[in-house]
């Protein structure tokens, strides 16, 4: 079964320096994985996304990388805003294609000002 | 609205009632997913539809859950004779794409989520 973990339940960084969040996976039969971000009280809201054909994807101030040998994933965000005091959430398919999702535990980023 | 809709948005029951969970996708997604969410966790794959038609429901923990999309839009999940471990967020999102279709830049929007409380 695909899994995915995130060890770091909670992280602490100072506004304007580089967050980095973690993320390992098991089973890399379908490398494709997602970044989410929640709020408290709302529903995770897609970030970015990155598939096995490329080992970095960029969107503004967020970029995720993946490590296909070490079956590792990394979001890094610079420069790091108290707005993006959430938690993180990094997932995967279950199968190939469009289906549900395998979600890790969570990072709970804060970014202090 | 342009996002998923669910309701309620807080659901306080007494152990042993039957509840019954909204979600409201975005119109026009064809595929629409339901996820558990315990206090400190990711979500959990409960059950997922490609328009009425109910693909997986391997993730129901009981046979007191019972989703349902019969005209593949809304979709309802109940659960009966609640218990206590029932307790959690639920968590419904919906995607453009069909299931099985490769992976595109359409990713499942999730809604906000109804927090069920089982007393």
């Known amino acids: 079964d695909q899994q995915v973990k995130q060890n770091s339940p909670s992280l602490s960084v100072q506004e304007g320096r580089i967050s980095i969040l973690n993320c390992d996976y098991t089973n890399s039969m379908f490398d494709y994985f997602l970044w989410y971000k929640k709020y408290p009280a709302e529903g995770p809201t897609f970030l970015i996304s990155i598939s096995s054909i490329k080992d970095k994807n960029e969107d503004g101030r967020f970029t995720v990388f993946l490590n296909k040998s070490a079956k590792h994933l990394s979001l890094h965000i610079v420069p790091s805003q108290p707005g993006d005091s959430a938690v993180y959430f990094c997932?995967?398919?279950?199968?190939?294609?469009?289906?549900?999702?395998?979600f890790g535990k969570g990072t709970r980023l804060s970014v202090i000002a | 609205g342009a996002g998923v809709s669910q309701s309620p948005r807080y659901k306080v029951a007494k152990r042993g009632q039957d509840v019954a969970l909204r979600c409201d996708p975005i119109s026009g997604h064809v595929s629409l997913f339901w996820y558990q969410q315990a206090l400190g966790q990711g979500p959990e794959f409960l059950t997922y539809?490609?328009?009425?038609?109910?693909?997986?429901k391997s993730g129901l923990p009981s046979d007191r859950f019972f989703a349902e999309r019969p005209e593949g839009s809304v979709s309802t999940l109940k659960i009966q004779r609640t218990q206590q471990e029932d307790s959690a967020v639920y968590l419904c999102?919906?995607?453009?794409?069909?299931?099985?279709?490769?992976?595109?830049?359409?990713?499942?929007?999730f809604g906000d989520g109804t927090r069920l409380s089982i007393l």
């Open positions: 999102a919906s995607s453009l794409e069909r299931v099985g279709r490769q992976q595109s830049n359409q990713p499942q929007h």
């Open positions: 997932a995967t398919p279950l199968s190939s294609g469009n289906t549900p999702l395998v």
């Open positions: 539809f490609q328009n009425e038609a109910q693909l997986d």
